[in-house]
């Protein structure tokens, strides 16, 4: 068999599966796999923890597992680099998993290992994952803080604008929860621009996606209609109820009314195609608040019952707002009352 450079293959490797080059990366993996054999133990353990990042790129996290399992097998012989490694790959698991507490306790283990002789794109990376686990836990400033530090180390690596991108848009994210919507707007078009750069059409989804959100939460549904417009023609499946959603809010907002029923029956049926209950009710809210009034009452505290039985806080908080203030201005104080409560829970 031909002599392989397995170190050389190995970094090959590590970086397509950072910038989540499939294809590239299961080329490498199946020449890697044919020389396994012949690895030593410390070549074992870097083939391991890598194959475990592999498997988690493909949403195969059983097998994620098991190749994290086989390096610890050879613990005796693990690196300060293969302990980051090890910690590092076991807290993308729990984050795919949405098991985000139990990924940040990794990402913390993982921390203790970081050096100043460590590449930056990898320090890069590592700040990302982190800045997306405390965005999904809800504090927003300490993701805020690790995805400007993934920014800083990222920003002059040309090879990785694909994670430069993630961090850019994951800090636009972090500053439109905390309102501060001029600094979203910068940073939402800096990933916009990388995104172009790089031509990932699931990122440039995703960023068109928030920046319809952005413009949508600052009442100006007439700029948002242009970016959740190219949102929906990169056609990506994970996002696209969402994007349906505010597509046919803002249609209505402008007043077209053709459009917005398009985009409602669209997502609406998609969603009960799909089982989405949550998205379903959202879909039916909207239609109630723009086409059907006599039952809006009816079906917002349905829904608002749906949402607080689930423990959906973030959609009991909007809806109560909104049915509140429907409240208010009606003169029906004691049910405002009632919803203005929930908003505080």
């Not at 098991?66 to 390096?71: D, E, N, T, Y």
């Not at 994007?243 to 609406?268: C, E, I, P, R």
């Amino acid at each position: 068999m031909e002599r392989l450079d397995v170190a050389g293959h190995l970094d090959n490797w590590s970086v397509s599966i950072r910038l989540n080059k499939i294809e590239a990366a299961r080329s490498i993996y199946e020449e890697l796999s044919k020389h396994r054999i012949d690895y030593d133990s410390e070549t074992f353990i870097t083939f391991s923890l890598m194959e475990s990042r592999y498997h988690s790129m493909l949403e195969d996290f059983q097998e994620s597992k098991h190749s994290l399992a086989k390096a610890r097998e050879h613990e005796e012989n693990f690196t300060e680099l293969h302990k980051y490694q090890l910690f590092f790959a076991e807290g993308i698991i729990h984050y795919y998993e949405e098991q985000f507490q139990d990924a940040l306790v990794s990402l913390e283990q993982a921390e203790k290992y970081i050096t100043p002789s460590m590449e930056p794109a990898v320090v890069g990376e590592f700040h990302l994952i982190k800045a997306m686990v405390y965005y999904f836990l809800d504090i927003t400033t300490l993701s805020a803080v690790h995805a400007a530090t993934a920014v800083e180390k990222l920003k002059s690596i040309e090879a990785f604008n694909f994670l430069l991108a993630r961090s850019e848009l994951i800090q636009g994210m972090n500053y439109l929860d905390l309102s501060d919507f001029e600094m979203a707007e910068e940073y939402l078009h800096k990933a916009l621009s990388t995104c172009k750069r790089i031509e990932n059409q699931s990122l440039l989804a995703s960023t068109n996606l928030n920046l319809g959100l952005l413009y949508v939460t600052r009442e100006l549904p007439a700029t948002a209609i242009r970016y959740l417009e190219d949102a929906l023609a990169g056609k990506q499946e994970r996002i696209e109820l969402k994007v349906l959603y505010l597509l046919a809010d803002s249609y209505w907002k402008t007043n077209q009314t053709t459009k917005a029923m398009h985009a409602y029956k669209n997502g609406f049926d998609k969603s009960i195609d799909s089982d989405n209950t949550n998205m379903k009710w959202e879909f039916a809210m909207l239609h109630k608040k723009y086409e059907d009034r006599i039952n809006f009452e009816s079906v917002w505290q349905e829904g608002i019952e749906y949402f607080r039985k689930i423990n959906d806080l973030f959609n009991v908080r909007h809806y109560s707002r909104e049915l509140a203030q429907y409240y208010t201005d009606s003169k029906q104080y004691e049910l405002a009352t009632k919803y203005y409560i929930l908003t505080l829970k």
